[in-house]
């Protein structure tokens, strides 16, 4: 099983609102990313989380708060999100974060009101 | 990481050869090739990646240079289902970001 799943599919918030996106994989895998990827534009590394501790911060604003409770889950909180802030959220994962192949869910759409 | 260069887009048509071209000029000896695409409304997914030989496996063929400076994803058929941006990556050896450049837009014609 080589699938990375990601909920909501879609979400629609204010920008007062507090909401998390989820993500989880099955494969073992111990490295897990978040991407953003605006509309006509390739994806943009966020976070990177091995062995369950964050080793990559993409200087992301603080409104974006990932967490990873377990080496199969990996959440992004999202407070106070500005509309620009409107794109689809990836989430990867990958054996151990080296050069190995990272498996992508088809993300989640959020936008921002 | 090293950049790439990619067209923007290109157009085949099905049952077709597809030949996607790459640039990196500016490749160390160490980073190693990868492609990956983006189907509509999916995320990316791993095409085939090399270091220096030709590779092949059961969705693409890459082939580099000698001098390591390009590189061509080949589609042996094109189907509509390969329509998709794909990306071209340059890796070193430690590698845990993938740093997506523009990509070619693929589009596949009937």
């Known amino acids: 099983d080589t699938e990375v799943t990601q909920t909501p599919k879609h979400l629609v918030m204010g920008m007062t609102n507090k909401k998390s996106l989820k993500c989880e994989q099955h494969?073992?895998?111990?490295?897990m990313y978040w991407y953003k990827q605006k509309a006509k534009k390739p994806p943009e590394l966020m976070f990177v989380?091995?062995?369950?501790?964050?080793?990559i911060n993409e200087s992301v604003p603080s409104r974006f708060s990932p967490e990873c409770p377990n080496s199969s889950l990996l959440n992004l909180h999202l407070h106070a999100l500005q509309p620009e802030d409107s794109a689809l959220y990836l989430c990867?994962?990958?054996?151990?974060?080296?050069?190995?192949?990272?498996?992508f869910g088809p993300g989640t759409r959020l936008l921002v009101l | 990481d090293a950049k790439t260069t990619q067209p923007n887009s290109m157009e085949s048509n099905e049952e077709e050869p597809v030949h996607l071209p790459c640039n990196h000029s500016t490749i160390s000896g160490t980073d190693y090739i990868h492609w990956y695409r983006q189907l509509p409304s999916q995320g990316p997914e791993y095409v085939i990646h090399?270091?220096?030989s030709n590779v092949n496996n059961r969705m693409a063929s890459l082939a580099i240079a000698e001098d390591r400076k390009s590189s061509t994803l080949i589609l042996h058929r094109a189907t509509l289902r390969d329509a998709a941006v794909y990306y071209c990556?340059?890796?070193?050896?430690?590698?845990?970001?993938?740093?997506f450049g523009q990509g070619t837009e693929l589009s596949v014609k009937p």
């Open positions: 990556i340059l890796r070193d050896w430690a590698g845990g970001k993938l740093i």
């Open positions: 494969m073992g895998h111990r490295a």
């Open positions: 990867a994962s990958s054996h151990s974060g080296g050069r190995e192949t990272q498996y």
């Open positions: 090399g270091l220096t």
């Open positions: 989380y091995s062995y369950e501790k964050l080793s």
